[in-house]
């Protein structure tokens, strides 16, 4: 499938087949979030893949009870380890990225690079708002990923983040940012209505 083609037929889907989902097709929409844009090569996400009930059915009361994400075969949960922001972190990226020419600096200048960027004297709360941000790239891939493998998917922001890590067992540094729901559709809803290219793009600057 076109790239074109999958941003616009994706929707939301709220009713599933009663069908599994093969694990291949889960692993390529895992890999297309693998490959999304990370600051520094961080890339902090985890995903948290449930595909029993008992699983789905706790994550679904920690959603307030939303009937799609309780029926979907699959969720993901789409967590991230700020931790992951620490100058080791970025020296090991940082290396990596200059062994494949991705980065103009030379080893011995690391070091001096690291003094200026290093996220060690970074709040937390900044962390934690590059984790959830980086985050929110991948699951968009996922989304995006999870049309051209014939299924269809529920982005699930309004949930009891605490409820969830508490269920799954996560580490203290492990923010829960959202859930994706997927699995066959049941339904085909039509797009959703968007505003016209001219409300939201300017060309040349923004008009006073």
Known sequence: MELSDAILSRVSVRKWQDKKVEREKIIKVLE?????????NLQPWRFI?????????????ASGGQRAVAAAPVIIVCAGEFGDFSRGKQRKSAEELIA??????????LEK????????????EVKTF????????????MTLAVIDQGLGSL??????????????????????????ALGYPGENPL??????????????????
């Open 113 to 124: 690079f690291l003094d200026k960027v290093s996220f060690d004297a970074v709040s937390e």
């Open 100 to 109: 494949v020419g991705a980065m103009d600096i030379k080893m011995e200048q």
């Open 49 to 61: 893949v449930m595909e029993d009930e008992e699983t789905i059915a706790k994550l679904a009361k």
């Open 32 to 40: 297309a979030a693998r490959r999304a844009p990370s600051w520094g």
């Open 191 to 208: 797009p959703r209505p968007r505003r016209p290219l001219s409300e939201i793009a300017f060309f040349g600057g923004y008009p006073g």
């Open 130 to 141: 590059r984790t959830r941000e980086q985050i929110i790239i991948a699951t968009a891939y």
């Open 155 to 180: 982005w699930i922001g309004g949930f009891d983040a605490n409820k969830v890590h508490q269920d799954l067992n996560l580490p203290p540094k492990m923010i829960v940012h959202c859930m994706l």
